[in-house]
C-alpha cells in the first residue's frame, strides 16, 4: 500500500492526514513539541507506523509524498527568538526599518509605540553607494564599507546577513557584488538579497520582508535540514513539500532560500481545502475558520479564489510577499480567562498551549482555558477526549474556573464558564467581520466551513453571531489544513516594478512585454527545476494599479490575454470594479488617469490530487449513531438539558439528526444547538442548516 501525508504542526497539536491511492483517510494527532517540532512529526510517523501495523522504516518507505506545514518561521517571529541579524543598507537610509512609514497603527494613541526594529541600529551598516530610479549608478559602491559590515557582524555573532539598497529592483548589481564579497568573508551566514527576495518598489516594506527573510532563514534551514536527514535515516524515499503562505508547495530546497514564504504556512493550507469540500454542495464563494488549541484563523474565499495580500504583517512587522489574507487572533482551546482593571472577563490571547496546557489536561495548568469551560458545560467528555486516549480532570476545570474568575467576578461556576464560552464566540465573530464586512463582504451570504479540533464546538454560536445560516463540518475537520496541504499546487510568486501610465499613447510597452517574457521564463525555469512538465504549468497575472496621486495600490488579476495583447480598456474596466468593491467610489466616470506600479506572475505547477471516496447511502435515520445522552449547557435557554451523544464514526451518508444534541469523534466534537439540523453527505460530512 502506497501512501500520501499531510503534517500541520499547530501550537498544540501536530495534525496528520494520512490517504491511500483508494482515497481512504485517516487522522492522527500528538501533542506538538515547541522545543523541537520535528521530535512530534517523527513521533506522528511512529504512531501511523503502529496503526499500519509496520515498523517506521517500512512505513516511510511506503509513502510517497509528504506535504509539510510548519511554524518554526512564525513562532520565532513571534516570540522574538529569531537568528541574529545585520544589515547592509544604502547610506542615508539607515533608520528606515525603524521609522517605517511614519504612520501610528493606533491613530488616537500618542501612547502606542512601534514595535523594535528585527535588526538593531548598531547592526545596520551604512554603505556608501547609489543607484537612481532608473538603474543608473550614481554613486558606485565602496567595497571597503561592505568589507567593514562584514568583520564587524563576524565579530558579533551574526548568523544571518540581509542586503537592501537603495532603487535595487532597477539595478541589482550593487546587492549582488555586496552579496559576492559578504559571502566570500562569511561562508557560514545565510543571505537575504532584497532583489532576489522582492525586487519592487517601497524601500521600507522591501527591507523589512528582506530582513525577516533574513532573519527566520538559519532557523528554517537547521529545522528542515534536520527533518530531512531524521526522515531519510528511517527509510523516508518520497518527496517532501512545504506548504507557503500563498497557498502553494515547494520543495525545501527552494523554501529554504525564501524562509519568509512560510511564514502563513499552516493556516494557508485551510482556504485551499474549502474549495474541495464547499463544491460538492454547489459553494464557490465561502469563510473559513479554523479553531485550534492557540489560535483561530479565518478567510474569505470568492469565486473559489482565496483573497491574496502582499500588505502582510506578522507580530506588526511589514511583510510584502504574497500570501493568503487570513485574519488570525488569539482564540484557541487553550486560551486562558482573564480579568482586566476594569472587571471585566476576558479571554486570550495568552495561551497555555501544550505544556502545561488547559488545567482540565492535568499537566500542571492552574490558568481557566476555553478548553476548560467546554468541559465543564458538558460540550466535552471527560472520557472521550482524543478517543479515549486521554483523560480530563474535570476537577480541576471546576477549580481553575472557580478561583479564578467566578469568585473574584461573584459568579456561578456555570455563570463563569458560559461567560467564557460565550466571549470567546464574540471575539471569533469579530475577527470574521473584519475580513469580510471591512472588505465590503456581507458574512451572512457566506457559508462557513469549520475546521479545527475546536472549532465545531463553537461553529452553530458563531454563525448564530453573524447571522450565518449553513455550516460546513468536514469529516477531517480536526487536521482541515492538513488535508489541504495534500489538495495543494506547486506555487511561485514573482514581482518586477514596472512603473507607467495604463493608456496606451503613453505606456512603456515594450518595456512591459521584456517584464512579461522575463517573468514567464523565471516562473518556467522553477517549474522545470520541480520536474513539472509544461502542460502542467499554468501562469496567471496581478497588475498593482492605482489612480494617479494615490498612495496605495490596488491588486487586480488580468487575463493572459489582455496582459499580452495590453488591453487597457480591459485593465483600466477591472481596476475601477476593484477599486468601487474596495473603496465604495470608482473615478471611471471622471476619466482619471491610472498607471501601473508592479507586475505578478504567479506560477502553478499543477499536482495529482488525492480523492475522497464517497460513501454508500444510508438514508436518514441516524438512531444507530447514538451512543447515549448527558447533560449539556443550552444557550437558548441558559440551562442544562439532556442531549444525545452521537458516534460520528458510526454516522454515514444521508443520515440527519436535530439539534439540541453533541457529535462526537475521535479528534473532535461538534455541537448541535436547539434550532439546526445536521445531514450527512456523500463523504460523511456534516452539514449543518438553521431551521
Known amino acids: 500500500m502506497r501512501f500520501k501525508v499531510g503534517v500541520d504542526v499547530g501550537g498544540t497539536f501536530t495534525d496528520f492526514l494520512l490517504m491511500d491511492k483508494g482515497g481512504q483517510a485517516e487522522i492522527f494527532k500528538v501533542l506538538s513539541s515547541p522545543e523541537d517540532p520535528s521530535v512530534a512529526v517523527m513521533n506522528g510517523f511512529s504512531v501511523m507506523a503502529d496503526a499500519t501495523e509496520t515498523d517506521l522504516a517500512s512505513f516511510l518507505g511506503s509513502v510517497d509524498l509528504i506535504v509539510h506545514g510548519t511554524t518554526v518561521t512564525t513562532n520565532a517571529v513571534l516570540t522574538g527568538k529569531w537568528a541574529r541579524t545585520g544589515l547592509l543598507t544604502t547610506k542615508g537610509f539607515r533608520d528606515a526599518l525603524e521609522m517605517r512609514r511614519g504612520i501610528r497603527e493606533e491613530l488616537y494613541n500618542n501612547r502606542y509605540r512601534p514595535p523594535d526594529p528585527v535588526v538593531p541600529r548598531d547592526l545596520r551598516i551604512a554603505v556608501d553607494e547609489r543607484v537612481d530610479h532608473l538603474g543608473h549608478v550614481v554613486v558606485p559602491l565602496n567595497p571597503a564599507d561592505v568589507e567593514m559590515g562584514a ?12 542586503i537592501c539598497f537603495m532603487h535595487s529592483h532597477a539595478n541589482p548589481d550593487h546587492e549582488l557584488e555586496a552579496a559576492q564579497r559578504v559571502a566570500r568573508l562569511m561562508p557560514s551566514a545565510y543571505l537575504s538579497v532584497s532583489s532576489k527576495v522582492l525586487p519592487q518598489i517601497r524601500y521600507y516594506e ?26 531519510g535515516e528511517n527509510g523516508f524515499r518520497g518527496i517532501l513539500l512545504i506548504m507557503q503562505s500563498n497557498g502553494g508547495v515547494t520543495t525545501p530546497a527552494v523554501v529554504i532560500e525564501m524562509a519568509a514564504s512560510t511564514l502563513l504556512s499552516g493556516p494557508a493550507a485551510a482556504p485551499i481545502a474549502g474549495v474541495a469540500y464547499a463544491a460538492p454542495h454547489g459553494h464557490d464563494s465561502f469563510i473559513t475558520i479554523d479553531m485550534g488549541g492557540t489560535s483561530f484563523d479565518t478567510a474569505l474565499i470568492k469565486d473559489a479564489a482565496p483573497v491574496v495580500t502582499t500588505a502582510g504583517k506578522v507580530n506588526r512587522q511589514a511583510l510584502a510577499l504574497p500570501m493568503m489574507d487570513i485574519n488570525t487572533i488569539g482564540a484557541g482551546g487553550g486560551s486562558t480567562a482573564w480579568i482586566d482593571e476594569g472587571g471585566l472577563l476576558r479571554m486570550g490571547p495568552e495561551s497555555a498551549g501544550a505544556r502545561p496546557g488547559p488545567a482540565c489536561y492535568g499537566f500542571g495548568g492552574v490558568e481557566p482555558t476555553c478548553s476548560d469551560a467546554n468541559l465543564v458545560l458538558g460540550y466535552l467528555s471527560g472520557d472521550y477526549f482524543a478517543g479515549g486516549r486521554m483523560k480530563l480532570d474535570g476537577s480541576a476545570a471546576k477549580r481553575a474556573i472557580e478561583q479564578r474568575i467566578a469568585h473574584p467576578l461573584g459568579l456561578s461556576l456555570v455563570q463563569a464558564a458560559s461567560g467564557m464560552f460565550h466571549i470567546m464566540n464574540v471575539n471569533m465573530a469579530s475577527a470574521i467581520r473584519e475580513i469580510s464586512v471591512q472588505k465590503g463582504y456581507d458574512p451572512r451570504d457566506f457559508p462557513i466551513i469549520c475546521a479545527g479540533g475546536a472549532g465545531p464546538i463553537h461553529a452553530a454560536m458563531i454563525a448564530e453571531e453573524l447571522e450565518i445560516g449553513r455550516i460546513i463540518i468536514p469529516k477531517e475537520s480536526s487536521i482541515f489544513c492538513a488535508a489541504g496541504m495534500l489538495l495543494s499546487d506547486l506555487k511561485h510568486d514573482l514581482v518586477r516594478s514596472c512603473h507607467t501610465p495604463m493608456e496606451r499613447e503613453k505606456a512603456d510597452i515594450p518595456r512591459f512585454n521584456e517584464i512579461v517574457r522575463q517573468l514567464e521564463e523565471e516562473g518556467a525555469s ?24 494615490q498612495y496605495h495600490e490596488v491588486p487586480v488579476e488580468i487575463s493572459w490575454d489582455d496582459v499580452k495583447t495590453f488591453n487597457e480598456t480591459a485593465i483600466k474596466n477591472a481596476f475601477h470594479a476593484a477599486h468601487d468593491r474596495l473603496y465604495g467610489y470608482s473615478l471611471a466616470r471622471e476619466g482619471t488617469a491610472v498607471e501601473l506600479v508592479n507586475l505578478r506572475l504567479t506560477a502553478v505547477g499543477i499536482s495529482d490530487k488525492p480523492v475522497f471516496k464517497e460513501e454508500k447511502p444510508h438514508g436518514q435515520d441516524a438512531s444507530q449513531a447514538v451512543k447515549g445522552a448527558r447533560l449539556v449547557y443550552l444557550p437558548s435557554s441558559e440551562n442544562f438539558g439532556e442531549v444525545d451523544v452521537y458516534d460520528g464514526d458510526r454516522l454515514s451518508r444521508g443520515n440527519r439528526l436535530s439539534g439540541p444534541a453533541i457529535i462526537e469523534q475521535v479528534n473532535t466534537t461538534t455541537f448541535v444547538p436547539k434550532g439546526w439540523n445536521v445531514e450527512c453527505d456523500a463523504c460523511g460530512n456534516y452539514l449543518m442548516t438553521a431551521e
Open 151 to 162: 568583520e564587524l557582524f563576524n565579530k558579533r555573532g551574526i548568523e544571518a546577513v540581509a
Open 526 to 549: 522553477i517549474l522545470a527545476g520541480e520536474q513539472i512538465p509544461q502542460d502542467r504549468q499554468v501562469m496567471s497575472y496581478t497588475l498593482d494599479l492605482r489612480y494617479v496621486g
Open 206 to 231: 522591501r527591507t523589512s520582508t528582506t530582513v525577516l527573510n533574513a532573519c527566520v532563514g538559519p532557523i528554517l534551514k537547521r529545522y528542515l535540514s534536520s527533518l530531512t536527514e531524521k526522515l
